[in-house]
């Protein structure tokens, strides 16, 4: 896929409405009204999904209803942008109920991270459209650089990142150009073989996880790297490996350690620690837009082009 026909979907401005919807784990009123209050400062007009606040076990209603609210904001044209709520587990169960016929011709900005990987992987793949990797409104009083990055990848301001990694493992010096894809390693793994896997290739991948078993971690990185979605990248910026557990008997290798084992044999730049992902600081990216990326051994830059 050619940068060319990766499809923007319009910037926001003020004026415009959004809307919040909950696709996977449940959210109450409560958890929700600071952030709608934000996006209300911003100038945005908020609207809630019908079965925003709704219940059905972990979920915030049953698959149908997740579906419907997806939907309708999708195919209403007054909709900008759709913001997930939260991530959780229930994007999975939801994808193959959605119809994106008028989202073809009136793309619009899809927010999330975490289990919103699945509508990220799909769009892009499906449906050549850019969405954005970032904070969700549970999170956004947790940390204010990473709520006002949402703000400017929405508003289409450039996004320009300078990181120190904090892994104590060294980057893999280098530059790289390339469309920004990825997302959670959980959900590209459990992605892989569907209709909405990805396709990495001369591309800048980045991952992220929480709470995995180091030996899952592995066994994850194995199946990318078997089905050649590690060969031929431009560059792969790691992000948040957070709370990884371990067994009885130690893995004996960090997350990052696991990840560079699968990666060493490679000659792209190798940028870990970015903060992005299930960490305080979860600067939002535009994923299916070009960048560039710039690695050093403890620093590195990613700006938009």
Same mark, same amino acid.
């Given at each position: 896929?050619?940068?060319?026909e990766?499809?923007l979907?319009?910037?926001?401005?003020?004026g415009?409405?959004?809307?919040?919807?909950?696709?996977?784990?449940?959210?109450?009123?409560?958890?929700?009204?600071?952030?709608?209050a934000?996006?209300?400062?911003?100038?945005l007009?908020?609207?809630?999904?019908?079965? $925003? *606040?709704?219940?059905?076990?972990?979920?915030?209603?049953? +698959?149908?209803?997740?579906?419907?609210d @997806?939907? =309708?904001?999708? !195919?209403?044209?007054?909709?900008?942008?759709?913001i997930?709520?939260?991530?959780?587990?229930?994007?999975?169960?939801?994808?193959?109920?959605l119809?994106?016929t008028?989202?073809?011709?009136?793309?619009?900005?899809?927010?999330?991270?975490?289990?919103?990987?699945?509508?990220?992987?799909?769009i892009?793949?499906?449906?050549n459209?850019a969405?954005?990797?970032?904070?969700?409104?549970i999170?956004?009083?947790?940390d204010?650089?990473?709520?006002?990055?949402l703000?400017?990848?929405?508003?289409?301001?450039?996004?320009?990142?300078?990181?120190?990694?904090?892994t104590m493992?060294?980057?893999r010096?280098?530059?790289?150009?390339g469309?920004?894809?990825?997302?959670n390693?959980?959900? $590209? *793994?459990?992605?892989?073989?569907?209709?909405s896997?990805? +396709?990495?290739?001369?591309?800048?991948? @980045?991952? =992220?996880?929480? !709470?995995?078993?180091?030996?899952?971690?592995?066994?994850?990185m194995?199946?990318?790297?078997?089905?050649?979605?590690?060969?031929?990248?431009?560059?792969?910026?790691?992000g948040?490996?957070?709370?990884?557990?371990?067994?009885?008997?130690?893995?004996?290798?960090?997350?990052?350690?696991?990840?560079?084992?699968?990666?060493k044999?490679?000659?792209?730049?190798?940028?870990?620690?970015?903060?992005?992902?299930?960490?305080?600081?979860?600067?939002?990216?535009?994923?299916?837009?070009?960048?560039?990326l710039?690695?050093g051994e403890?620093?590195?830059?990613?700006?938009?082009?």
């Amino acid at each position: 896929m050619k940068p060319s026909e990766i499809k923007l979907p319009p910037y926001l401005k003020r004026g415009d409405s959004v809307g919040i919807v909950a696709p996977a784990r449940k959210i109450s009123r409560e958890e929700i009204e600071p952030a709608a209050a934000m996006l209300r400062d911003w100038g945005l007009n908020v609207v809630f999904g019908q079965n $925003l *606040f709704g219940a059905c076990d972990q979920f915030s209603g049953t +698959d149908e209803e997740r579906a419907a609210d @997806f939907q =309708e904001m999708i !195919d209403n044209p007054q909709i900008r942008a759709v913001i997930c709520a939260r991530g959780g587990y229930g994007c999975l169960r939801v994808i193959d109920k959605l119809d994106f016929t008028r989202f073809l011709f009136q793309p619009k900005w899809i927010v999330g991270y975490s289990d919103v990987t699945v509508f990220h992987n799909h769009i892009h793949t499906q449906l050549n459209t850019a969405t954005i990797h970032a904070t969700m409104p549970i999170n956004f009083l947790k940390d204010a650089e990473s709520t006002d990055s949402l703000r400017r990848a929405l508003f289409g301001e450039a996004l320009r990142y300078t990181v120190t990694n904090q892994t104590m493992l060294p980057n893999r010096a280098g530059i790289a150009e390339g469309q920004l894809v990825g997302g959670n390693l959980s959900l $590209l *793994f459990a992605l892989q073989g569907s209709r909405s896997d990805i +396709d990495t290739r001369g591309k800048i991948l @980045f991952i =992220e996880d929480l !709470d995995e078993y180091l030996y899952h971690v592995d066994r994850m990185m194995l199946s990318l790297k078997r089905t050649w979605k590690l060969s031929d990248l431009k560059g792969l910026i790691v992000g948040g490996m957070s709370d990884m557990k371990d067994n009885t008997i130690p893995f004996g290798k960090r997350a990052e350690e696991i990840i560079w084992d699968a990666v060493k044999q490679y000659d792209y730049p190798v940028c870990f620690g970015f903060p992005a992902g299930h960490e305080t600081r979860n600067l939002a990216l535009r994923f299916g837009e070009l960048v560039r990326l710039g690695v050093g051994e403890e620093d590195s830059l990613l700006k938009s082009e």
